[in-house]
């Protein structure tokens, strides 16, 4: 078997999953200005974990060992931290920005794939992740070039915050695919969350309305949806085959934002976009290599 040759249906789930979490992104960011960020993620953690529960139960497999819990419980407070920083910042940026800024993530967590999880990083894979930062750094400048108000100043530094440990997340989800389903991961994810952020609930989390409510359970939907995809294809292919297919999270987000709140897309957003999807496709070649001889059972 050719093990090198690119993982086309993980590959698909990814980019299906990729789409769920940037059409989320854009719920969330509504719920947000509603509820506020933190608000927010601790209730949709609420919602999300009701939803997977029935799921996780159907698939029988019991309570997940010590081991696997480890992962679970640091991978969800990761998530949970990375998201509430990433809607607190695109609260106060537009959302396609937010998501460009945020692409600094794919590109550290290669290099901690390679030492976290022991993947030999191939050439193409930072090739094609350096000419989709090149792509942000077209969309920086056009969208920056100029004086910003304060709330903007602290919605960028959270979504840089958020991108450090954004990196760390995409790298701990390709530990957690390979020793749980799915399901589980969903599961655990929004539970964790859920209760990492009940600390702070009594103060940062009063009732959301009826309209802040449907917009987090929709999200919650959405994330649950993306999440059991995204786990799907990191179960299937190394993370430095699906982690620069990141960037085209910034498409779908530029769609959001100018549907869902009137952001406009320039032309330097839209050159970024050509160089973001280059990096992708780049990254994501694989040459096959010739076919190995086989080995005696």
Not at 77 to 96: D, E
Not at 273 to 295: F, H, K, Q, S
Request: charged share 10%.
């Amino acid at each position: 078997m050719n093990h090198n040759r690119t993982p086309f249906m993980p590959i698909v789930a990814a980019l299906l999953g990729l789409g769920l979490f940037s059409i989320m992104d854009g719920v969330m960011k509504a719920a947000s200005i509603l509820a506020g960020a933190y608000a927010a993620m601790f209730w949709r953690g609420l919602a999300g974990s009701a939803m997977m529960l029935p799921l996780w139960l159907r698939r029988g497999n019991g309570w997940p060992p010590r081991a696997t819990m480890r992962v679970h419980v640091l991978r969800g407070i990761v998530a949970v931290s990375m998201a509430t920083l990433f809607f607190y910042g695109i609260v106060r940026t537009p959302l396609a920005e937010g998501i460009a800024l945020s692409f600094i993530a794919p590109l550290i967590a290669l290099y901690l794939a390679g030492i976290m999880l022991g993947e030999k990083i191939q050439s193409a894979a930072v090739g094609g992740s350096v000419l989709a930062l090149l792509g942000v750094a077209v969309i920086g400048w056009g969208k920056f070039d100029g004086p910003s108000d304060p709330e903007a100043v602290k919605g960028l530094i959270a979504i840089l915050v958020s991108a450090i440990l954004y990196a760390w997340n995409l790298v701990l989800q390709r530990q957690q695919a390979q020793i749980a389903g799915p399901e589980e991961v969903a599961f655990f994810q929004s539970l964790v969350g859920f209760l990492f952020l009940g600390v702070g609930a009594w103060w940062l989390a009063p009732w959301p309305s009826a309209t802040a409510w449907g917009l987090i359970v929709i999200s919650a939907a959405l994330s649950t949806g993306s999440l059991m995809l995204l786990s799907w294809a990191y179960s299937r292919a190394e993370a430095q085959v699906l982690v620069p297919l990141e960037y085209t999270a910034f498409i779908w987000a530029a769609i959001v934002g100018w549907i869902a709140f009137a952001e406009p897309v320039t032309l330097p957003t839209l050159g970024g976009v050509v160089l973001i999807v280059a990096g992708c496709l780049y990254a994501t070649w694989r040459n096959p290599d010739p076919p190995r001889p086989e080995m005696p059972n």
